[in-house]
């Protein structure tokens, strides 16, 4: 009998050290299956909230946010998202707290867009150094960044600082390679510094993957203008225009000579009856100004060996697959559509082969 009845107690306790895990198991179940509840919700709030802030009622997305946030108060992506929408009312102070607030959770996969946005709000602050900082800080989180280094160079434009916003939107045309604002202001930073390969190679870029007609303009506007202007004719004498743009650094000697080399052009070569530097009164001669000047330039950026630009493997793709007509006449198409027409009739399979390398080669490699 007593071996019977230790045996029931060795049975009870065994049955009790079994159960106590099952116990634990079912409340863990319970505990991922709230969480997981709780993550949807939150999620579902959060997407309510981005459809109303895409539709500009602010305050119906702050309020979505706001209901997320009680839910789960840890969340980064809830706090930045209600960041953005307090910028996009423009109330900064409320913005830049939820921002901070969020820089100190888990940001992952939030990176490059929160510290893009602290940066804008300190920026827009009056308070660049602060932007520049945590820009800096950003950069070194997300090295592969395009928009983190795009809007510094910004607020260093914005301090009229040339050198040091050319060098942050190098790190951005460096990260993408479709990214038109950041080739825009490359070649509007390196018209100003007189970086004439730069400004040549980035400005025809920029043009051709922006789908911004007042971009397009500005840089046809800017390709034309500064190159109209480096030879200049007065009565009967031609005049090198010498623009006042002080050359600093071990380049300058690669600029000043591409310089000379399209101001030589300009003084000797012919449109027909026309010499370069004669005043064009219709745009179908601005355009035929143009692909002429366009055509010699990028012959110069593909072999200027001291040109240390990335993009210089473009414009020597465009020669090697003989492309540069058509990346021409379809970025100069704007000036004199007829012009443009009249070319296409003859090489719309040209233009088909100009895409198709590009997408499948060029943004491949």
């Known amino acids: 009998m007593n071996k019977v009845i230790a045996l029931i107690f060795s049975l009870a306790t065994c049955t009790s050290l079994f159960a ?6 079912k409340n863990a179940s319970t505990s991922t299956a709230n969480k997981n509840a709780i993550a949807e ?5 959060v997407d309510q909230g981005v459809q109303f802030h895409e539709q500009g009622q602010y305050d119906e ?5 706001k209901i997320a946030e009680k839910k789960d108060p840890k969340s980064a992506l809830v706090k930045y998202e209600m960041a953005f929408s307090y910028h996009a009312k423009h109330e900064l102070d409320k913005a830049l707290s939820y921002a901070k607030a969020a820089a100190k959770l888990d940001t992952k996969g939030l990176n490059e867009n929160l510290y893009s946005l ?28 395009f928009n983190i280094p795009y809007n510094a160079t910004i607020t260093y434009m914005r301090k009229n600082n040339a050198d040091s916003a050319y060098a942050w939107v190098k790190r951005s045309i ?5 990214h038109e604002g950041s080739y825009y202001y490359a070649g509007f930073i390196a018209s100003q510094m007189g970086k004439w390969p730069a ?17 397009i303009r500005d840089n046809l506007s ?4 500064k190159t109209k202007y480096l030879v200049l004719k007065k009565d009967s004498t031609i005049e090198m225009s010498k623009p006042n743009i002080k050359q600093t650094g071990s380049d300058s000697t690669v600029n000043n000579e591409f310089l000379l080399a399209i101001q030589t052009m300009l003084a000797t070569d012919t449109l027909g009856a026309r010499k370069l530097y004669d005043k064009d009164s219709t745009s179908a001669q601005q355009t035929e100004f143009l692909i002429h000047i366009l055509e010699k330039c990028i012959k110069l950026i593909a072999f200027t060996d001291e040109i240390n630009e990335p993009i210089q493997r473009f414009y020597q793709g465009l020669i090697r697959d003989r492309l540069v007509e058509a990346f021409i006449y379809t970025i100069c198409e704007p000036i004199d559509r007829p012009t443009f027409a009249q070319w ?7 233009q088909v082969r100009l895409f198709q390398w590009f997408n499948r080669e060029w943004l491949m490699l």
């Open 174 to 178: 460096n990260n993408s390679r479709t």
């Open 61 to 65: 997305a702050i309020a979505k946010y």
């Open 344 to 350: 296409l009739i003859k090489n719309r399979s040209e």
């Open 118 to 145: 602290l940066g804008t709000i300190y920026d827009e602050k009056g308070m660049p150094d602060s932007a520049l900082t945590i820009y800096r800080e950003g950069f070194a989180k997300e090295p592969n960044s």
């Open 199 to 215: 400004f040549y190679a980035y400005t025809m870029y920029s043009t051709f993957i922006t789908k911004k007609g007042e971009i």
């Open 20 to 25: 106590a895990p099952n116990a634990a198991s």
């Open 222 to 225: 800017r390709l034309y203008g």
């Open 41 to 45: 919700a939150v999620k579902n709030l």
